[in-house]
């Protein structure tokens, strides 16, 4: 539980400001790949596909499981995918906000949460993984405390059982990424690990290790009880091991980081990059230079390593790929170490305390930094509105869209029946970028092909492209749609480069024909 003299009815408060704050944000113009790809992944699942079995999927399918259900609870739409994105993102920047209030004074942890809404606002991307992951992750961290502190900091003096809820949070944060997700059950177990032998001294050595044992059981427990029945389930589903392998093993190590990487000291990048690193390994110091024996330093203590640990383990993936969107990801459990900061300029001889409090908000803004890249222009809200409601594509309504993609999705709706197929891709294969995942589902037309994420290093290979070349010839789709410009990269990686493959793009010049150009988007027809 949380102190008492903590304790109130402000994280209520908090979730409805967020809320609020976020929700303008909901008209954002729909992003044709990384929203598209869960939109279009969760439309799969509906329609009785399975990921890696039928469907290419990079991670763990938690974010497109999710959304089906928002589907099938009230319909398939833009806006309900976003409203539950939202809401989750509220709930974020409290967990964010309760673990800065465990390691230092009030006012900092406002500025944190503050902080937490600025962040969130300006993503601008919906349907992603990656920051309910972390989200899910800072709260299985949050639940650890809790845990903890209710049991004196050892679990021998009070209930092993109450790390359950920390395992199965951490468990579900596995489900949407399991890579981000494993780093976050880690630094829990970590933290489990450091409250019963570190931060708790009253209490013999070999209790403390048997409570430590019995804790981290429960917690794994917890873990098992999520994860293990969904990996039953998936390898009941007679997917390949050696597609598995490729997914979970092979691109992620092998391929991505040629194709996907982006190098921290492109632009910017490398200053927030730095402060991700050094502020948790300043808290991790700071933590066990002055645990002290009072249960308040204490739990300060705690909150302050567990934190800078889950910051650490989810480093290395915004050292792979330093843009805007991981930095802005991963500065979500960063910005809970920030009381840190406060305690170390504050115990500086003779510093005015408001110098020391500019230092806390310079920190702050460093780690906004990458906000500033995606910001949203609230006045946009109400034009954005009018465009989303004008433009009649039923599960898009609200949102706006791009005209040539509206037309070309009525030309679409005029050549191929509800119930049959269709392929979109770009004006080429031989080089990929992204693509236009989100057509499929908002054309309510399926999709021909397993590898619907036309990623580098994948779609750009012989095998895979043989593969597509197959599907497209069996399901003989009456119109392919192809978008130009999505294959041009603008990062400094190997998704530049030409494989010199262009088998499918052979295959679609030979049975269809072109039969009129929407902007960015040709129509080909069946020869």
């Given at each position: 539980m949380i102190d008492s003299t903590r304790h109130s009815s402000l994280p209520v408060l908090l979730f409805g400001a967020a809320l609020l704050a976020l929700l303008p944000g909901i008209v954002t113009p729909a992003n044709c790949y990384d929203e598209g790809l869960t939109l279009l992944g969760a439309d799969?699942?509906?329609?009785?596909?399975?990921?890696?079995?039928?469907?290419?999927?990079t991670h763990t399918p938690g974010q497109i499981a999710v959304t089906a259900l928002v589907f099938r609870l009230v319909g398939p739409s833009i806006l309900a995918a976003r409203a539950f994105d939202i809401a989750a993102r509220a709930a974020w920047s409290v967990v964010v906000f309760?673990?800065?209030?465990?390691?230092?004074?009030?006012?900092?942890?406002?500025?944190?949460?503050?902080?937490?809404?600025v962040l969130l606002a300006s993503l601008g991307q919906f349907g992603i993984a990656l920051t309910q992951a972390v989200g899910l992750s800072l709260a299985?961290?949050?639940?650890?405390?809790?845990?903890?502190?209710?049991?004196?900091?050892?679990?021998?003096?009070?209930?092993?059982?109450?790390?359950?809820?920390?395992?199965?949070?951490?468990?579900?944060?596995?489900?949407?990424?399991?890579?981000?997700?494993?780093?976050?059950?880690?630094?829990?177990?970590?933290?489990?690990?450091?409250?019963?032998?570190?931060?708790?001294?009253?209490?013999p050595v070999p209790a403390r290790l048997r409570s430590a044992l019995a804790g981290l059981a429960v917690f794994a427990a917890g873990v098992a009880a999520v994860v293990v029945p969904a990996a039953l389930l998936f390898l009941a589903t007679a997917t390949p091991f050696p597609r598995?392998?490729?997914?979970?093993?092979?691109?992620?190590?092998?391929?991505?980081?040629?194709?996907?990487?982006?190098?921290?000291?492109?632009g910017t990048a490398w200053l927030g990059v730095l402060v991700l690193e050094l502020l948790p390994l300043a808290a991790l110091a700071f933590a066990f230079s002055r645990p002290g024996r009072a249960p308040q330093r204490r739990r300060s203590a705690l909150a302050l390593s567990g934190t800078a640990a889950l910051v650490l383990l989810t480093s290395p993936f915004v050292l792979v790929r330093a843009d805007w969107l991981h930095q802005i990801a991963l500065s979500l459990p960063a910005l809970a170490l920030l009381p840190v900061s406060w305690w170390l300029l504050a115990g500086v001889p003779r510093l005015p305390p408001a110098v020391a409090r500019l230092g806390v908000v310079a920190l702050a803004t460093v780690l906004l930094r990458p906000a500033l890249q995606g910001s949203q222009n609230w006045s946009r809200v109400p034009s954005l509105w009018r465009a989303g409601t004008s433009h009649g594509i039923p599960r898009a309504w609200g949102v706006p869209l791009e005209a040539d993609q509206v037309e070309a999705i009525r030309a679409v709706w005029e050549?191929?029946?509800?119930?049959?197929?269709?392929?979109?891709?770009?004006?080429?294969?031989?080089?990929?970028?992204?693509?236009?995942?989100?057509?499929?589902?908002?054309?309510?037309?399926?999709?021909?092909?397993?590898?619907?994420?036309?990623?580098?290093?994948?779609?750009?290979?012989?095998?895979?492209?043989r593969q597509m070349t197959a599907e497209l010839v069996r399901a003989a789709p009456p119109v392919v749609v192809l978008r130009a410009g999505l294959d041009r990269s603008p990062e400094a990686n190997q998704s530049r480069v030409k494989s010199g493959v262009t088998l499918l793009d052979d295959a679609i010049r030979a049975g269809y024909r072109l039969e009129q150009t929407r902007g960015h988007y040709q129509i080909w027809t069946r020869r």
């Open positions: 799969r699942l509906l329609r009785g596909e399975l990921p890696y079995r039928d469907f290419w999927n309760l673990l800065a209030d465990r390691a230092g004074p009030r006012w900092v942890a406002l500025a944190v949460w503050a902080a937490e809404v299985s961290l949050l639940a650890t405390l809790w845990a903890l502190a209710a049991s004196g900091g050892a679990a021998a003096r009070g209930r092993p059982l109450r790390l359950l809820l920390p395992g199965l949070l951490a468990g579900l944060g596995i489900l949407f990424r399991h890579d981000l997700g494993t780093a976050g059950a880690i630094a829990a177990a970590a933290t489990i690990g450091l409250g019963h032998l570190v931060f708790t001294s009253d209490v598995l392998l490729e997914i979970f093993v092979t691109y992620p190590l092998r391929v991505y980081p040629r194709v996907r990487a982006v190098p921290v000291l492109a050549r191929v029946p509800p119930r049959a197929p269709l392929f979109v891709g770009n004006t080429r294969h031989d080089r990929a970028y992204r693509n236009d995942a989100i057509f499929y589902f908002l054309a309510e037309r399926a999709c021909v092909t397993y590898y619907h994420n036309l990623l580098p290093g994948l779609v750009t290979t012989e095998r895979v492209q």
